[in-house]
């Protein structure tokens, strides 16, 4: 098998975009792209996973369980081994793809890339010294923990946000001095040469991607900036940011003014205190 590209994915609780992936999907075939696409979900309880073993029965879609993500406490590391889970089916399966896709099938797939921007991306790939491009987003580029340049790096931004975290009006300070008017100078009309980037889709050539490791010794880095750095290192290149390959920036990274980013604060609370007690009683039931 031999398909332009492959679509890396993690899944969990995204049934309200799984549809748009899935048509992503649909409309490059309708174009003449051949594609195909690994999908790990962990424990959804929002239907993602009877919508993913739909997809897998009308073909073009393999499901990768992933249940072992579920005994890692470490966010970062459980995404790590997510993706490298995902990785290592791709190797396994003997498909010779041209393009390697990494993707979030989550709200950040609410506006996916027309096929012509995606085609143009990948043709991008082809410069010396290139070795992936990601998209870009608007209203603004958001992924801060992933990109990396000569003279930026957030490798510290998590334990920082953690420091903040107990009082909402420093929160708040901090997002809007140390987060936002980063993300707003990443959001330009040109192309961004960097180390690293994600911001949710990313492009490589599918022989360059097999070289990368999404795992490190070194705890607390986001996966993204681990495999990339590993990738630069091994080929002396460096990555894109393609103003042309444009996003919607989700809504829990989008910029906000003090009483909606505090209701979104709640939310997310909330949201997490009814997850953890899901679990317990699922512990319990056992």
């Not at 549809?19 to 239907?47: C, K, M, Q, Y």
């Not at 073009?60 to 470490?74: C, H, K, N, R, S």
């Not at 003997?94 to 390697?100: H, N, T």
Request: hydrophobic share 40%; aromatic share 8%.
């Amino acid at each position: 098998m031999h398909p332009d590209f492959v679509f890396l994915a993690l899944a969990k609780d995204c049934a309200g975009t799984i549809p748009r992936f899935l048509e992503l999907l649909a409309t490059l075939r309708r174009n003449g792209i051949s594609v195909t696409a690994f999908v790990g979900e962990n424990g959804s309880s929002d239907g993602t996973q009877a919508l993913l073993q739909r997809a897998q029965m009308l073909g073009g879609v393999t499901l990768v369980p992933t249940p072992f993500m579920a005994d890692e406490p470490q966010r970062l590391r459980r995404m790590a081994l997510g993706r490298e889970r995902l990785k290592h089916e791709l190797d396994a399966s003997g498909i010779q793809a041209r393009f390697v896709c990494v993707v979030d099938i989550d709200n950040v797939i609410v506006q996916p890339p027309s096929p012509a921007a995606l085609l143009a991306a990948a043709a991008k790939l082809d410069r010396p010294g290139v070795f992936g491009v990601s998209a870009s987003s608007r209203p603004h580029y958001y992924d801060l923990l992933a990109f990396e340049d000569e003279h930026r790096s957030f490798t510290t931004l998590l334990d920082d946000l953690a420091r903040s975290r107990s009082d909402i009006f420093q929160y708040h300070r901090f997002f809007r001095s140390r987060i936002y008017p980063h993300q707003r100078a990443l959001t330009s009309d040109r192309e961004i040469t960097c180390v690293s980037t994600f911001n949710g889709l990313c492009l490589y050539r599918a022989e360059i991607y097999r070289l990368g490791t999404y795992v490190d010794a070194a705890p607390g880095l986001c996966e993204h900036l681990v495999f990339n750095r590993h990738l630069a290192a091994l080929t002396g290149g460096t990555m894109l940011i393609d103003p042309s390959l444009v996003l919607r920036t989700p809504a829990d990274h989008a910029a906000q003014s003090l009483l909606p980013f505090a209701w979104r604060r709640l939310r997310k609370l909330v949201a997490l205190s009814t997850q953890r007690h899901r679990g317990r009683s699922g512990l319990l039931a056992r």
